[in-house]
């Protein structure tokens, strides 16, 4: 039985959110309605939210961004097709070189010139590292590709010394040694680097250099300390949980924010999800997680900040993220001491794009707390692109990724959605759409990004804007199937891709259809005349 209930609030169209349940019969149409407010934003959506992540980590640098001697490389060895396929990716940041692997790198080993470079043992991933690129080549890729460095440092086995040294290395624009050494390297202005991890999930024993959360945080302080005396202008990010499946998750990040509070800016937050028992309706409501742990961020940020008694605040850094889980372990993840091994090469289906999509529509409605996001990660390993000698292939993931990152601008408006359930197993019954819109108040256009997560049924949606209407639309981008373990690959690189769907405009407001198992962004436009508005005891 099908039930809907509405509660009128202060305003038309002001509902609070009530969900009518539907059975899982194929093919039923339940109508969903998907309402916007202007004046209700969490505010302005930052667009670090689509950074990226590339670590020193099988074919993710070797054969991956940087391949010299391969005729698709430039003459700095920066693979091209890689390049072209970054750009619509609009990443205004790429974090590196770790991850695991830097908690026992020197950055040291990979400055000057090539030729003296050493070839190292890397504990995080058991492969050879030859150092051929390193900090200044990663800085180079970086101006290439147009983004910019998001740096972390070695908390694991390195000293607060050696971090302040890459600090001045980077930063510092000259007349001391490791900045002179910088431009002695072929780098005469300063690589002028903004935003510093401080370390790499310290909290997992498979680190380097694990320890406890409070020596962690006296290593994070003191660290933090100094990097910011070479240059005042950087943002630091202290290393939380690397996933609330830790035990120690909520505690760890509690005691490492309260003793670096006054000198950090942000807390980074990871999470990996995983379909492993190959069920799709659970893990199409991963949403549900995603928004559990920014809520859990969001408390403690607030708890930490009350008990402080602190006016600054400190946001979320969410600087891993995507889905992992069938390349892992074993010989995916240790590389038996070869150079560029294939390490964690995650294949991505449909089902994959819809949960990353829900990412990306968790971070925009929370835009007052996840400051930065970097998907991990960009080239081969858990990547949207894959590259062989000759060529590139585009996985699943990458296309909702550019359509988000091209659009999701401006304010984030909080929807209020009235429509379906459908059973998601253990999960309970989940609202089948995830929605999250953004609004540029200038000029009335917005984009609402709908997940439909009910793999058996399509649904109907309505968007209204309270106090406008909704004048045009664009055919929206549509991305669905009805297999949800499709995937593309070299043979077949087109059975997951975008297609576009009608989206209409009647009386102000727009219609359109979410098939099961599919994500629509759709682009409207609004009337900045407002409507009648009737009053509260209408
Ligand atoms: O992204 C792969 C690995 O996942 C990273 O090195 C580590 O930080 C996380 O556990």
Redesign the pocket.
Known sequence: MAVTKFRTLKSPGDFIAVSHKTRQTRGRMPNSRITLDPDRTTGKIDNRIFSGFL?H?GRAIYDGVYDPGNPLSDDQGFRRDVLDAMRPLRMPFVRYP????VSNYDWKDGVGPKDSRPVRADF?WQTSEPNTFGTDEFMDWCKTVGTDPMMAVNLGTGTAKSASELVEYCNHPSGTYWSDLRRTNGHSDPHDVKLWCLG??MDGPWQAGHVPASEYALRAEQAGKLMKGVDPSIETIIAGS?GNHMPEYMEWDRVALEYTWDHVDYISA?RYSRNENDDTPWFLAEGVEIDRIIEDYRSLLGYVRAVKKSSKQVYLSFD?WNVWYRARGGSHSKGGWAQAPHLIEEVYNLEDALVVAQYLNSFIRNADVVKIACL??IVNV?APVLTNSDGLLFQSIYHPIVRYAELATGDSLTPVIDGPEYDAGERGSVPSLDVSASYESSTGEGAVFAVNRDPGNSTTATVSVNGRSVTNADPGWLMTGDDPKAFNDWAAADRVVPSTCTVSVEDGVAHMELPPMSIVVATMGTSTALMMAPSAAD
């Open positions: 670590e980590l770790g991850g695991n692997f995080a790499n999930e690397s990871h891993e991990a990660q858990i």
